[in-house]
């Protein structure tokens, strides 16, 4: 395969020249976090582009993840961003808002005045980078990459400049979810999203990743990193509602930290992407702490949702259970890659792991990798992975009933994605993520 | 002495001391009942007296025919003579029936020497015509799927193979019914005799009916604190456990 | 009920060696010169020469798989072992012909014992070449073939070539191309149609000279509704220097037909035993790999079955145990490339002291085919605390006419379970051990009573060695 980058100085497209230009304009940024960004940038160029001989790429059609073609996303029209705020509207119910598109804040609904008054941050990452830059030289891409995509990462930390900083202080308890809304505009244009959630010891907090694009058809490329920090006792529940459009390439890279006694509930939802690699660490570093990994995938036409997923086991007493369910159309193509980690100290521990896939066309591709590495022997640790199709019985049973036969496979999807959606107790949140997958499944 | 001698007996569980001085003393030839309320510390001397490691021995002695048990370990002790009737057998996936209990006996042979086959299924196969257990029984995996009372039905019929000195039934009635019940007493009649010692832990009068003791012990509170002949189980039955609380607290 | 006259399995029992005098010997190390060497030996026809030179070509071209498989590949080193050694014999078809040294070897091992017993043919190889090779007569009036692959390419080309790399092709992989190179011994059998041979027959490998790596050849082929069980066993002396054992076998079942593989590899420690075994099932055949790795340092093999054929059935049954420094990186692929295929997977494994079990497994439906079906099981049992294990499954699956499921679980022996048992009277070291035996049960059961008593026997040592 090619070099991913072209440099030519005379366009606008990922090169060393826009680097410069980038850091140049953002002289703003910390000190620590420029020097950051120069040794990414540096690791970005050296990092070989994924290929298929590796194994963290088995089974993935790479030639479509070349990334020299896009820019650095411009910022808006006045009224494109007007509109993007009107469409940022679904979730009512909310103790904060971010709205950004192309990577600028286009809006932002502010935390209660009780809220910032027990410590609560929930800012940009543009002015937190000035106003809390002690909190991000720390945690700011602190962990690293470990499925694959660390060309990607470097990407994503030279480039990065806005996402969200939400930051719970101890025993604060946050009822309602803080959402950010995630846009990008544009031919060919690139955006790095980042999230970095920090819940401190005994705090609850919901968070709610929302990611579109303004117009259908022009090609993004989303290349995002969201970090989550449970702390002993904390209790953190993440959404990532990935509904780009389908001419564009993502990347997100989840990682999730549990402390002793957290507990820890992600719920992925993927729509959108022509191509969708996500990559989840869930590192158990805590004992007692719990860990529970839920995504629905709605693939079509040619659509590659690509997701990897490690659940690491480093200390005794916890529990992950990971559910992925993937429904196919079309000529879509899922990889579920899953691995299941436990050291040697973990002992006590319970892993679980389940890929199921439901075909729904002669020519749809599920591909199930699901792995188990144990290096302790007291343990429960299972994997499952199962790929089939509707019941027959089931379906003509429904149109005995006089259902169209659309309308009942898009009922017997919904009856196989339930086991996930009922584990949501935010009825607003749960409703969401139904209303995305029934419009895409309509629209098929 | 030909008995199951227990003196001054404590024992803690989890940091939590559940038997606080028990004595009990079951001659050969004789069936006792342990009877008493839930939580009161009838399975903690069950398993304190086979050896499970969770259940720790504070002070106290346990000799069986003069012999000290708690010197010995798990295997020793079963060995040598001492049997208990499970609560909650273990499920061994894989494992027959038959080759279980094979492998039990042969444990008790001279090393290098084997039961014979063909005696052994013979006797395997009449004892568990006694206790109405379908041959097939034997290649099922040891307690795996099965009932409550096929559960308790099995731990019997290894008591009639193994032919311990002493026997302990652990609950062993609970979850029969009647016609469950009468097999499983059947069976444990049969095994009475001079030569052995039965110990009946249970919560009630029920079984007591058709296994008629010989003495009948209430355990409140991690000791024994009231024995006599068959006439009190019907007592306690009647008058339930409190009537003996109170006399506990009536006595303190 | 037990027949004390199986196959040896006891590591110890095949732990010696006789100092044999070679008349051939390729000498220490690989190149063109030792792949000719062999080819010239052996008298074999030109395209068998070309063959070799081209294998070794790409065998030199192929990396290591390292960036999936173990680093310990890394401490294989080519350059020391001796390709190829015999005594310049042909095969005897009786015992009273066989060199005194090496009918004493096997006399030891209890093959000519067991032939007597239940087999239908035997093969026994030392090193390089089949050193005896006979079948009851009523077989070969019924027309079925079982020689020496060397006797196979030459006498029996029409069929031997039709079918020799096409089911594993040279490039298949860097040790399918190196046996390709240099192999040497194997079998190979042909069963006409509509035979079916009732007793196994067996192949039999030793390695006996020290530094000597061992390529064996397999190709059966089951011709249309034939059947035929084929058993290997092997043992070597455990040498100080590590050795390598990389063989290739090739099955061919047409339609109807059915053909069961047995293997029971027990390896000395200090043997890396990397082996490609796959069958093609054709219309309604049957091939089944059951396969028992108990011995080596480093075994990866994964037995496949292309179903090319409808309703073509592929099955592996696959027990591993890992002992301390060894590990077993073992598994299952199932091809399917016909409509109403079935596949069936069940591994277990047992990991002891710091012994280590790995589980990789392929089931690929491409688009197109209906009615395919697959199910794999993977169980893992874990013995102490610090044995390990892995579970690599891969599955892809086209279209929605077909259907898969995977289930692994990983366990250890529970202590209410040895509690239980101990209160019955057995020692610690019985209880592990009649639970172990209990996992795998449902597997032993499928081996021939001869390997199931053999197999219980070596775990029963395992255990008692495992817990303290």
Same mark, same amino acid.
């Given at each position: 395969?090619?070099?991913? %980058?072209?440099?030519?100085?005379?366009?606008?497209?990922?090169?060393?020249?826009?680097?410069?230009?980038?850091?140049?304009?953002?002289?703003?940024?910390?000190?620590?976090?420029?020097?950051?960004?120069?040794?990414?940038?540096?690791?970005?160029?050296?990092?070989?582009?994924? *290929?298929? @001989?590796?194994?963290? /790429?088995?089974?993935?059609?790479?030639?479509?993840?070349?990334?020299?073609?896009?820019?650095?996303?411009?910022?808006?029209? &006045?009224?494109?961003?007007?509109?993007?705020?009107?469409?940022?509207?679904?979730?009512?119910?909310?103790?904060?808002?971010?709205?950004?598109?192309?990577?600028?804040?286009?809006?932002?609904?502010?935390?209660?005045?009780?809220?910032?008054?027990?410590?609560?941050?929930?800012?940009?990452?543009?002015?937190?980078?000035?106003?809390?830059?002690?909190?991000?030289?720390?945690?700011?891409?602190?962990?690293?990459?470990?499925?694959?995509?660390?060309?990607?990462?470097?990407?994503?930390?030279?480039?990065?400049?806005?996402?969200?900083?939400?930051?719970?202080?101890?025993?604060?308890?946050?009822?309602?979810?803080?959402?950010?809304?995630? /846009?990008?505009?544009?031919?060919?244009?690139?955006?790095?999203?980042?999230?970095?959630?920090?819940?401190?010891?005994?705090?609850?907090?919901?968070?709610?990743?929302?990611?579109?694009?303004?117009?259908?058809?022009?090609?993004?490329?989303?290349?995002?990193?969201?970090?989550?920090?449970?702390?002993?006792?904390?209790?953190?529940?993440?959404?990532?509602?990935?509904?780009?459009?389908?001419?564009?390439?993502?990347?997100?890279?989840?990682?999730?930290?549990?402390?002793?006694?957290?507990?820890?509930?992600?719920?992925?939802?993927?729509?959108?992407?022509?191509?969708?690699?996500?990559?989840?660490?869930?590192?158990?570093?805590?004992?007692?702490?719990?860990?529970?990994?839920?995504?629905?995938?709605?693939?079509?036409?040619?659509?590659?949702?690509?997701?990897?997923?490690?659940?690491?086991?480093?200390?005794?007493?916890?529990?992950?259970?990971?559910?992925?369910?993937?429904?196919?159309?079309?000529?879509?193509?899922?990889?579920?890659?899953?691995?299941?980690?436990?050291?040697?100290?973990?002992?006590?521990?319970?892993?679980?792991?389940?890929?199921?896939?439901?075909?729904?066309?002669?020519?749809?591709?599920?591909?199930?990798?699901?792995?188990?590495?144990?290096?302790?022997?007291?343990?429960?640790?299972?994997?499952?992975?199962?790929?089939?199709?509707?019941?027959?019985?089931?379906?003509?049973?429904?149109?005995?009933?006089?259902?169209?036969?659309?309308?009942?496979?898009?009922?017997? &999807?919904?009856?196989?994605?339930?086991?996930?959606?009922?584990?949501?107790?935010?009825?607003?949140?749960?409703?969401?993520?139904?209303?995305?997958?029934?419009?895409?499944?309509?629209?098929? | 002495? =030909?008995?199951?001698?227990?003196?001054?007996?404590?024992?803690?569980?989890?940091?939590?001391?559940?038997?606080?001085?028990?004595?009990?003393?079951?001659?050969?030839?004789?069936?006792?009942?342990?009877?008493?309320?839930?939580?009161?510390?009838?399975?903690?001397?069950?398993?304190?007296?086979?050896?499970?490691?969770?259940?720790?021995?504070?002070?106290?002695?346990?000799?069986?025919?003069?012999?000290?048990?708690?010197?010995?370990?798990?295997?020793?002790?079963?060995?040598?003579?001492?049997?208990?009737?499970?609560?909650?057998?273990?499920?061994?996936?894989?494992?027959?029936?038959? =080759?279980?209990?094979?492998?039990?006996?042969?444990?008790?042979?001279?090393?290098?020497?084997?039961?014979?086959?063909?005696?052994?299924?013979?006797?395997?196969?009449?004892?568990?015509?006694?206790?109405?257990?379908?041959?097939?029984?034997?290649?099922?995996?040891? =307690?795996?799927?099965?009932?409550?009372?096929?559960?308790?039905?099995?731990?019997?019929?290894?008591?009639?193979?193994?032919?311990?000195?002493?026997?302990?039934?652990?609950?062993?009635?609970?979850?029969?019914?009647?016609?469950?019940?009468?097999?499983?007493?059947?069976?444990?009649?049969?095994?009475?005799?001079?030569?052995?010692?039965?110990?009946?832990?249970?919560?009630?009068?029920?079984?007591?009916?058709?296994?008629?003791?010989?003495?009948?012990?209430?355990?409140?509170?991690?000791?024994?604190? @009231?024995?006599?002949?068959?006439?009190?189980?019907?007592?306690?039955?009647?008058?339930?456990?409190?009537?003996?609380?109170?006399?506990?607290?009536?006595? &303190? | 009920?037990?027949?004390?006259?199986?196959?040896?399995?006891?590591?110890?029992?095949?732990?010696?060696?006789?100092?044999?005098?070679?008349?051939?010997?390729?000498?220490?190390?690989?190149?063109?010169?030792?792949?000719?060497?062999?080819?010239?030996?052996?008298?074999?026809?030109?395209?068998?020469?070309?063959?070799?030179? @081209?294998?070794?070509?790409?065998?030199?071209?192929?990396?290591?798989?390292?960036?999936?498989?173990?680093?310990?590949?890394?401490?294989?080193?080519?350059?020391?072992?001796?390709?190829?050694?015999?005594?310049?014999?042909?095969?005897?078809?009786?015992?009273?012909?066989?060199?005194?040294?090496?009918?004493?070897?096997?006399?030891?091992?209890?093959?000519?014992?067991?032939?007597?017993?239940?087999?239908?043919?035997?093969?026994?190889?030392?090193? *390089?070449?089949?050193?005896?090779?006979?079948?009851?007569?009523?077989?070969?009036?019924?027309?079925?073939?079982?020689?020496?692959?060397?006797?196979?390419?030459?006498?029996?080309?029409?069929?031997?070539?039709?079918?020799?790399?096409?089911?594993?092709?040279?490039?298949?992989?860097?040790?399918?191309?190196?046996?390709?190179?240099?192999?040497?011994?194997?079998?190979?059998?042909?069963?006409?149609?509509?035979?079916?041979?009732?007793?196994?027959?067996?192949?039999?490998?030793?390695?006996?000279?020290?530094?000597?790596?061992?390529?064996?050849?397999?190709?059966?082929?089951?011709?249309?509704?034939?059947?035929?069980?084929?058993?290997?066993?092997?043992?070597?002396? @455990?040498?100080?220097?590590?050795?390598?054992?990389?063989?290739?076998?090739?099955?061919?079942?047409?339609?109807?037909?059915?053909?069961?593989? %047995?293997?029971?590899?027990?390896?000395?420690?200090?043997?890396? =035993?990397?082996?490609?075994?796959?069958?093609?099932?054709?219309?309604?055949?049957?091939?089944?790999?059951?396969?028992?790795?108990?011995?080596?340092?480093?075994?990866?093999?994964?037995?496949?079955?292309?179903?090319?054929?409808?309703?073509?059935?592929?099955?592996?049954?696959?027990?591993?145990?890992?002992?301390?420094?060894?590990?077993?990186?073992?598994?299952?692929?199932?091809?399917?490339?016909?409509?109403?295929?079935?596949?069936?997977?069940?591994?277990?494994?047992?990991? &002891?002291?710091?012994?280590?079990?790995?589980?990789?497994?392929?089931?690929?439906?491409?688009?197109?085919?209906?009615?395919?079906?697959?199910?794999?099981?993977?169980?893992?049992?874990?013995?102490?605390?610090?044995?390990?294990?892995?579970?690599?499954?891969?599955?892809?699956?086209?279209?929605?006419?077909?259907?898969?499921?995977?289930?692994?679980?990983?366990?250890?022996?529970?202590?209410?379970?040895?509690?239980?048992?101990?209160?019955?009277?057995?020692?610690?070291?019985?209880?592990? *051990?009649?639970?172990?035996?209990?996992?795998?049960?449902?597997?032993?059961?499928?081996?021939?009573?001869?390997?199931?008593?053999?197999?219980?026997?070596?775990?029963?040592?395992?255990?008692?060695?495992?817990?303290?």
């Amino acid at each position: 395969m090619q070099s991913m %980058i072209t440099v030519k100085s005379d366009s606008e497209f990922l090169s060393e020249a826009v680097f410069d230009h980038f850091l140049t304009r953002h002289s703003e940024l910390p000190q620590w976090l420029v020097k950051l960004k120069q040794q990414n940038w540096v690791d970005y160029l050296a990092l070989p582009a994924p *290929s298929r @001989k590796m194994e963290t /790429w088995r089974f993935a059609n790479v030639k479509g993840l070349g990334v020299d073609t896009f820019r650095l996303a411009q910022p808006l029209a &006045v009224e494109e961003g007007q509109s993007l705020i009107e469409r940022s509207n679904r979730l009512k119910n909310t103790s904060g808002k971010l709205i950004f598109g192309n990577d600028d804040l286009l809006a932002e609904e502010e935390l209660s005045e009780d809220l910032k008054a027990k410590g609560v941050i929930f800012e940009p990452l543009e002015r937190a980078f000035a106003q809390h830059s002690e909190i991000l030289e720390e945690f700011f891409m602190a962990q690293e990459s470990a499925l694959g995509s660390e060309k990607f990462a470097a990407l994503h930390t030279a480039l990065n400049r806005n996402g969200t900083l939400l930051f719970v202080p101890e025993n604060v308890e946050i009822d309602l979810p803080l959402v950010s809304y995630h /846009w990008a505009q544009g031919s060919e244009s690139a955006v790095f999203p980042h999230t970095l959630v920090i819940a401190k010891d005994n705090s609850k907090v919901t968070f709610v990743d929302v990611y579109g694009a303004h117009e259908k058809d022009s090609s993004q490329l989303a290349c995002g990193v969201s970090t989550l920090y449970a702390g002993p006792g904390a209790q953190v529940e993440y959404h990532y509602l990935q509904n780009w459009n389908e001419a564009s390439l993502s990347f997100n890279q989840l990682t999730t930290i549990a402390q002793r006694d957290s507990n820890i509930r992600a719920f992925g939802l993927n729509i959108g992407s022509k191509h969708a690699r996500n990559e989840g660490h869930t590192i158990i570093d805590g004992p007692g702490s719990n860990a529970e990994l839920f995504s629905l995938t709605v693939a079509h036409k040619d659509q590659e949702i690509d997701q990897r997923t490690l659940q690491s086991h480093n200390a005794a007493n916890a529990r992950s259970n990971l559910l992925f369910k993937n429904a196919l159309q079309d000529t879509s193509k899922t990889i579920f890659s899953g691995l299941i980690k436990v050291a040697e100290e973990a002992q006590q521990t319970d892993a679980y792991q389940t890929n199921r896939n439901l075909l729904l066309s002669p020519l749809a591709e599920a591909n199930s990798l699901p792995g188990l590495e144990i290096l302790a022997n007291d343990v429960k640790c299972s994997h499952g992975a199962a790929t089939g199709q509707i019941d027959d019985n089931e379906l003509f049973y429904l149109l005995s009933r006089g259902i169209s036969k659309p309308a009942a496979q898009i009922l017997l &999807v919904f009856a196989f994605f339930e086991e996930i959606l009922e584990k949501m107790e935010n009825e607003e949140l749960a409703e969401f993520h139904r209303e995305l997958i029934h419009q895409k499944l309509e629209n098929n | 002495m =030909n008995a199951l001698e227990i003196k001054n007996l404590h024992v803690t569980i989890d940091g939590q001391q559940i038997l606080k001085d028990l004595s009990l003393t079951l001659p050969k030839g004789e069936v006792h009942a342990i009877m008493g309320p839930n939580g009161s510390g009838k399975s903690t001397l069950a398993k304190a007296l086979v050896g499970h490691e969770d259940y720790i021995v504070d002070s106290g002695t346990a000799t069986m025919d003069g012999k000290d048990i708690f010197d010995m370990e798990v295997n020793e002790r079963s060995r040598e003579g001492l049997f208990l009737a499970f609560q909650y057998p273990a499920e061994i996936p894989g494992v027959t029936i038959a =080759n279980f209990i094979r492998a039990a006996l042969n444990a008790r042979q001279p090393k290098g020497e084997d039961v014979d086959a063909v005696a052994y299924y013979k006797d395997l196969y009449s004892e568990m015509e006694r206790l109405d257990i379908d041959r097939k029984f034997t290649s099922r995996s040891v =307690n795996e799927g099965f009932s409550g009372g096929e559960k308790k039905r099995c731990e019997i019929l290894q008591m009639s193979m193994l032919k311990p000195d002493y026997c302990i039934l652990d609950e062993t009635d609970s979850g029969l019914d009647i016609d469950a019940l009468k097999i499983v007493a059947d069976g444990v009649n049969h095994m009475r005799g001079k030569d052995r010692g039965i110990l009946i832990i249970t919560h009630y009068q029920r079984l007591l009916n058709y296994i008629v003791p010989d003495r009948v012990h209430i355990m409140w509170d991690g000791r024994i604190v @009231k024995s006599g002949d068959k006439s009190l189980a019907f007592e306690v039955e009647e008058r339930g456990y409190d009537w003996v609380k109170q006399e506990q607290t009536a006595s &303190v | 009920m037990s027949t004390e006259t199986a196959i040896n399995i006891d590591r110890e029992k095949g732990n010696f060696s006789y100092d044999t005098q070679y008349e051939y010997d390729a000498g220490i190390g690989l190149n063109e010169g030792v792949v000719n060497y062999i080819a010239d030996v052996k008298s074999e026809p030109d395209w068998v020469r070309k063959f070799r030179l @081209k294998a070794l070509k790409v065998f030199w071209s192929k990396p290591m798989p390292t960036h999936w498989a173990t680093k310990d590949l890394e401490n294989i080193h080519f350059d020391k072992f001796r390709y190829y050694l015999s005594k310049g014999q042909q095969p005897s078809r009786s015992w009273d012909d066989v060199p005194a040294d090496v009918k004493e070897t096997f006399e030891r091992l209890g093959i000519p014992e067991q032939e007597r017993a239940f087999l239908a043919g035997v093969e026994a190889q030392f090193d *390089s070449e089949a050193a005896y090779s006979n079948m009851k007569e009523e077989l070969s009036k019924e027309g079925v073939i079982f020689v020496g692959s060397t006797e196979g390419l030459k006498e029996h080309p029409e069929i031997f070539r039709k079918y020799f790399g096409k089911v594993i092709p040279i490039g298949d992989n860097k040790f399918s191309a190196l046996n390709s190179a240099v192999f040497s011994g194997g079998s190979f059998i042909y069963v006409p149609p509509g035979v079916k041979v009732k007793q196994p027959l067996q192949a039999y490998f030793r390695i006996n000279a020290e530094n000597f790596a061992q390529f064996e050849r397999t190709l059966i082929i089951a011709d249309e509704g034939a059947e035929v069980t084929y058993m290997e066993g092997c043992t070597a002396p @455990k040498f100080e220097t590590t050795t390598l054992h990389s063989a290739v076998v090739e099955l061919v079942a047409l339609k109807g037909a059915k053909i069961q593989y %047995i293997t029971v590899q027990n390896w000395s420690a200090n043997v890396f =035993n990397l082996v490609t075994k796959r069958g093609l099932a054709g219309e309604d055949s049957e091939i089944k790999w059951i396969d028992c790795n108990i011995g080596s340092r480093l075994t990866m093999k994964y037995p496949g079955v292309i179903l090319k054929g409808r309703r073509a059935r592929g099955e592996v049954i696959s027990i591993a145990l890992a002992g301390d420094g060894q590990h077993q990186d073992t598994g299952a692929k199932m091809i399917h490339a016909a409509d109403e295929t079935t596949s069936n997977i069940i591994a277990k494994s047992i990991s &002891v002291g710091q012994g280590r079990s790995t589980y990789r497994g392929q089931v690929y439906i491409p688009k197109h085919l209906k009615g395919c079906r697959n199910n794999t099981e993977c169980d893992a049992l874990l013995i102490n605390s610090n044995s390990r294990t892995d579970t690599y499954p891969a599955i892809t699956v086209r279209g929605n006419n077909n259907s898969v499921q995977h289930e692994a679980s990983v366990s250890k022996v529970s202590a209410e379970q040895i509690f239980y048992l101990m209160q019955r009277g057995l020692s610690e070291g019985e209880a592990m *051990s009649l639970t172990v035996n209990g996992f795998i049960n449902d597997l032993v059961k499928q081996f021939p009573m001869e390997y199931s008593v053999e197999l219980k026997r070596l775990i029963d040592l395992e255990m008692e060695g495992s817990v303290g």
